[in-house]
């Protein structure tokens, strides 16, 4: 596909809320050694609630679908994770422009990441979701420089963000709830860091 049409961002959250869905425990255990234990209860919770508020208010546009997922987030979701998700796709509302194109997605999916950062005050090496969704930002701006298709280019970034999940077990936390347990928070991934994997695996899904 050369654009991503309004049902594509509708299809991903979807996609996400399921994974989420299926991946809950396991995202709980993890904020378990880390931080509140209910990292994958919240988010689940608050994607069933952006479902549901994009089925009662069908969106027009992709910008519609990110600031109503973004909204719903920040308002429905517990601790640090509602507001953080929700800035990344409000941000990503504010900066889109029609049609999408994988640039136009790369783009400002780079300005969502950018927004994140500032909100959390966090950086790649800090053990936050960042370690996975920077990563994905740069292999997609790779992937328009190198000119491959929308589903590689969304693939490469979900691997991206898996492998920057990943490489947050042996990092000490230097923020977040984490980051009062010291060294011991090191030997655990990041839950934020999981659930940020979750949404590229499924952008990569969706695009076919």
Sequence with gaps: MDTLDTACFVAWFEEAARLVRRDR???TELDAAIGDADHGTNLDRGLTEVIKALAESP???PVQVLTSAGATL???VG???GPLYGSVF???GKALRAPVTLAGFSAAFEEGVVALERLGKAALGDKTMVDALAPASRALALAVRDGVGVREAFE???RA??????ATIPLQAR?????YLGERSIGHEDPGAASAALFMAALATVAV
Excluded: F, N, V, W
Excluded at 161 to 166: C, I, P, R, V
């Design 74 to 76: 920040i308002r429905r």
């Design 156 to 158: 490469q970034a979900a």
């Design 175 to 179: 923020k977040g709830r984490a980051s």
């Design 161 to 166: 963000a898996a492998e920057g999940a990943q």
């Design 25 to 27: 425990d396991r995202l």
């Design 79 to 81: 601790g640090a994770s």
């Design 90 to 92: 409000r941000q990503m």
């Design 59 to 61: 969106p027009d546009t």
